[in-house]
Each structure stands twice: as structure tokens, then as C-alpha cells.
């Protein structure tokens, strides 16, 4: 097993006058993906080494370091059920019981299912849709900033605000789950990077460049599926946003960008980067995954691809497909560059086996386990 503090130290960045430990985010599934990575390719070892390990093992990994998972759209779920009036809804309880939540397909959170899926820390997303790029996007994402602060208020014996990696272990080793906020989508800030600055001051820790549309200055994955689209990657003013948010300390999330402006963010970014939630290309040649190109640009970067779990970015409906993707990626970048980002509560449909976030811990003894690795 991988040492805590080697793993944590020896990827340190500073960025900013910031302290960012990205690969706080890659270390618990670091452990599982690395029991087979070395040794022989002998049947007859490989099915030793499969007896030695525990049938549970890959679970006891989450209760020595946390699992962070990179995307969890519960506060759109807020927005979209209760108008983020939260006084009156109970996180807490088992909303699968719940007449309006536990009839939804994309309803997989609620803290019995958090603590039954052993999650360290979640990203919580601010998210709104491209349909208030050039309106109300800054206002709304303010509200959505504000909902996640209110849920983790409204939750102290279970949940800490947490702004760094220190404040993830400190959360950890309290038992409670480290929640972050991140926005998704870089029509949010309203081409202002002093929208930019405001989001990390009010605790915005990482930004996805694009959701689904453009912005005036990098292109969305759908470009990639138009064959005549005009494709422009990122603007000279779209760089300044990357080293904005470098000077900060704000990761770059490249999930729902286009490929070339992958490749571009990596060329000029001076940090380390984060997928929060993308699927390899190759295993499924969906233009929201990634390409081959991009994660070996990765490997150098220091940065990390956070797997999805949603059926139709990962051609497949089982927990089987989802260990596909983890174990080619693998292939390509090695096990320190590889993350989980569910997408719990931003999608309809889930693989069986991942079906909600109590799930993760089956994820783990599979892949601890590794009848899966190739």
C-alpha cells in the first residue's frame, strides 16, 4: 500500500502563494489500481496474488484515506425540487423513501448513502445551464454558491466547508466529509475575471472551462461531433483565464471542453490540471472522453482524469464498464493520475452496481481485488 505522506508529498504544488496538493484527489484509488500494477503476468501468480487479498479489501482502503470524488450535481437537484428552500428538506433522511426525490432517476445523494459509501470529501457543483450565458449566469451561480454553503452549514456533524487539502484531511480525520465548491462552466463568470476572483474568494476551488456550449473564448466537446463546426480551441484571452486561475490556486477542470482545447490548456497551463468527469475515448468514442494524445500531455502535466460513471459516456450499463475505462487508463497513464467523479445527481441514468454514492466501496474491492486488470 501506498504511504499517505509519500503519496501527498510527492506531488505538492505551489500555485499562487497556494498550497495545491492535487494528488490528495488521486490517492485512494491509486491503492487498488497499483496491488497488480507490478510483477509477472503468470496466471498462476496473478491468481495467487488475487487469493491474498481480502474479497473486501478494496473497502478498508476508504477508511485509511479519502475518497474525493470530483462532481456531484445535488445542488442542481436543490435548485430544480426546492428552489434551494433546504430548511424544510432533510438531507439526512433516505430520500429513495422521499415521494418526490426517490421516484427521480437522477437522484443518487443523501448523507445515509454518503456515509454508507464511505466518501472523504465531494466536490459540490454550481452549476447552471447554458441558457443564462449572456443573461443571469453570474447571479445564479452566486445562488448555487450559496445553497452549497447553506447544505454544509444545515449538516455539521456530517459535513466541514473545506477550501484546501489540508482542510480535506482535517475533515477526514473528524470523520466528516470534506465538501468543496466548484463551478461548472465557464459562462459563469461572464468573460470577467473578476467574476473569476470573486468565486475563489467565496470558496470556488476548481472551474470547468466550458459545459455544454461555447464560450466567446474555448470551445465545448460538441464541436468535436460537428464536422463542420469552426473549430477555435482557446482564445489569447482564454489563456489569461488558465493563468488566472494558476495565480489563484483554482484548478482547471478540462471535462466538456473540445480536444483541441485540451491540448491547448495543457501547453499553457503552468499547474496541474483535473478532468472532474470524463471517460476514456477509446474505450468509448464519445467527444466528451478523452483521447489517447491528451492523457499522455497528463502524465507530464501532473495531472489527474476523474472517471464517469454515466451510462452514455461510458457505452455500457454495468459496473464492469466503468473498471474498463479505469484499467485502459491506467494502461496509459499509470495509477497516479486517475480519479473518481461519479456525476451522481447530473444524470439519468447510472451503471447497475454504481447505481447511487453508496456504491463506491463495491467499485474499490473490485478493483482491489483486480479480476478486472488487465
Known amino acids: 500500500m501506498i504511504p499517505l505522506r509519500r503519496a ?11 498550497i495545491v496538493l492535487v494528488a490528495v484527489v488521486a490517492v485512494a484509488i491509486a491503492v487498488p489500481l497499483s496491488i497488480n500494477s507490478s510483477g509477472s503476468n503468470d496466471d498462476d501468480q496473478d491468481s495467487n496474488k488475487a487469493n491474498d487479498v481480502s474479497p473486501f479489501f478494496g473497502r478498508t482502503i476508504l477508511d485509511e484515506v479519502p475518497l474525493i ?9 436543490l435548485y430544480s425540487n426546492e428552489r434551494n428552500r433546504i430548511n424544510n428538506f432533510n438531507l439526512d433522511s433516505d ?47 452566486l445562488e448555487q454558491i450559496d445553497v452549497i454553503k447553506r447544505m454544509v452549514a444545515k449538516y455539521p456533524k456530517y459535513m466541514k466547508y473545506v477550501t484546501s487539502a489540508e482542510g480535506i484531511m482535517e475533515a477526514f480525520g473528524e470523520k466528516r466529509i470534506g465538501s468543496l465548491i466548484a463551478v461548472e462552466g465557464g459562462h459563469s463568470m461572464d468573460n470577467r475575471l473578476a467574476m473569476l476572483r470573486i468565486f475563489y474568494e467565496l470558496g470556488v476551488r ?62 499553457h497551463t503552468k499547474a496541474p490540471v483535473i ?50 475505462h479505469l484499467n485502459y487508463i491506467k494502461s496509459v497513464t499509470g495509477p ?27 467499485l474499490f474491492d473490485m478493483l482491489a481485488n483486480g479480476a478486472y486488470n488487465d
Open 8 to 18: 501527498l508529498s510527492n506531488r505538492k504544488v505551489l500555485v499562487g502563494g497556494a
Open 69 to 77: 470524488d470530483g462532481h456531484n450535481d445535488l445542488p442542481w437537484n
Open 95 to 141: 430520500l429513495k423513501k422521499d415521494p418526490r426525490w426517490g421516484p427521480s432517476t437522477s437522484s443518487h445523494t443523501d448523507i445515509p448513502r454518503l456515509l454508507e459509501g464511505k466518501v472523504g470529501a465531494q466536490f459540490w457543483v454550481a452549476y447552471v445551464g447554458c441558457n443564462t450565458q449572456y443573461k443571469d449566469a453570474v447571479e445564479r451561480t
Open 206 to 267: 476548481y472551474m470547468t472551462l466550458t459545459h455544454s456550449c461555447n464560450t466567446p473564448w474555448a470551445d465545448a466537446s460538441p464541436v468535436d461531433a460537428n464536422e463542420t463546426a469552426v473549430l477555435r480551441n482557446v482564445t489569447e484571452w482564454g489563456k489569461n483565464v488558465i493563468w488566472e486561475m494558476n495565480r489563484l490556486g483554482m484548478l482547471v477542470d478540462i471535462s466538456h471542453v473540445s480536444h483541441g482545447v485540451m491540448g491547448d490548456v495543457l501547453e
Open 275 to 324: 478532468f472532474s468527469h470524463s471517460s476514456s475515448h477509446k474505450v468509448y468514442a464519445h467527444h466528451r472522453n478523452v483521447q489517447d494524445d491528451v492523457l499522455k500531455m497528463l502524465i507530464e502535466n501532473r495531472g489527474i482524469i476523474m472517471v464517469n460513471f454515466y451510462t452514455g459516456f461510458i457505452g455500457g450499463k454495468t459496473i464492469d464498464d466503468v473498471v474498463r
Open 336 to 362: 497516479d493520475h486517475i480519479g473518481i467523479g461519479g456525476d451522481f445527481d447530473g444524470v439519468d441514468s447510472t451503471p447497475e452496481g454504481l447505481d447511487d454514492v453508496s456504491k463506491y466501496p463495491d
